[in-house]
């Protein structure tokens, strides 16, 4: 008897469907804002004198509803998984990294519903990753490579010729020049840069819009920042994601993607020139801070911490909080601060190793939408046969390879020079 085939474009439209169950499923799923700490805790804190733990604890989170019933939205997940296989099968590529993202999110559910005990960080260590994390066998960890940057980083920041502009610039004044630039690259596409006074860090981005807290001050080289991380890498994915014909789910990340966006905003502004010092230093003290509260330090060590960084008291307590938030303020740390630099150096082999093995046509496939490294081959194969669109927008660096592979065409040999046998033959010269 002969085997009945399926019609590729019954096979999309199943596709799709599933595809878009997915994204329609975690639209009420807000990690950020469930985790966050309200202005409150903040208050009395600094009202305390810095004095005491701030009260937060399981009873804390339990006050503050989800958005959605955490079982119900588990039982969807699973059936949109159950349906992956029914309707795609066991082994269709697209059918497992959709299904991987379905368990994800019911992982994020299960962290959620863990708000303020140790079963929340562990979690949280799964999904983003641990500070003891290495990237290869025998390669130092995350940890080990914060505190190597610290070092370097600590020594340039003392140079005058590297010191940062003042912030002179209001978050309102920073919102018009932003949306001038947004303006310029995503013409009539509706994404704005607006304020907002409910965000934790001076700049975030969501669906379509880039938030700027109201009491943020920035100066030229902030914006130049926030153009190449925020607008380029994350709203430019996140529209390439949207124009998705069937694989409408790589409009919306999961945290294994949060991995990979991170990284590669931050490496958009290596390439750019964009980052500094300063800026490189603000992502590592996130990486020492959460390695020391997973060496057991508690909200007061962290703050200490951040106190002898030279930062005032407001300053110490929001990033302290950043650590501790959807845990309390004596247990393990939130581990998503680690993405950017974790992402970093993923996505920097990745780059290196297209180059190396003459394959640089894979690296701006890291744009169609909100992408996981461990996907690229896959997500190559679906863009030859027409399941997956390229990306639409790419940042000029991405859009011509020649530059990028030329670069990178040293990166191989450059990184096995035995480092200290450079210091020293150098010692005479620097």
Known sequence: MQKKTLKPSTYLTEVKALSDRIVKAQQPIRVLDAVK???????????????????VDTDYYLSR?????????????????????????QLNPLSVIMRRIC??????????????????????????????????????????LGSMMEETLTQLLQLDSLCEEPKTIKAIDAVDILNQKIESLFPGDGLRAMLS???????????????????????????????????????????N???????????????????????????????TFSSTPHRLMTLINRVRAITLAENGADFMDIFEFFRNKGMNEEDSYTLSSRVFRGSSSTGMPFTKDLTYIKGFVLT?????????????????????????????????????EGTVSPPHFLPPQFRDMMGLSAWMSFSRFMTSLNFQQLELDYANIL
């Open 197 to 239: 006074d409910g965000i934790i860090s001076d700049a975030a981005a969501g669906t379509d819009y880039v938030k700027l807290r109201a009491d943020a001050l920035f100066n030229m080289r902030d914006l130049q920042v926030l153009e190449v991380h925020e607008i380029w890498v994350h709203l430019g994915t996140t529209l």
């Open 241 to 271: 994601g949207m124009a998705q014909p069937y694989c409408t789910f790589l409009g919306k990340g999961p945290p294994s993607a949060t991995i990979t966006q991170e990284g590669l905003a931050v490496l958009m502004e290596i390439l």
């Open 65 to 89: 509803s989800l958005g959605f019933d955490p079982t119900e939205k588990k039982r969807e997940f699973h059936e949109i998984e159950r349906d992956l296989v029914r309707k795609l099968g």
């Open 103 to 144: 368990r994800e999110y019911q992982d994020v559910v299960y962290m959620l519903e863990a708000r303020g005990t140790d079963t929340f960080a562990n979690i949280s260590q799964e999904l983003y990753g641990s500070s003891l994390d290495v990237f290869h066998v025998g390669d130092p960890t995350i940890a080990d």
């Open 37 to 55: 700490w309200d202005d409150s805790i903040k208050a009395a804190f600094l009202n305390g004198g810095c004095k005491k733990l701030p009260a």
């Open 348 to 384: 920097y082999n990745f780059i290196r190793l297209a180059v190396s093995k003459g394959k640089p046509d894979r690296i701006p496939l890291l744009f169609c939408g909100k992408t996981m490294i461990e996907d690229m081959k896959v997500l190559n194969d679906l863009v030859e």
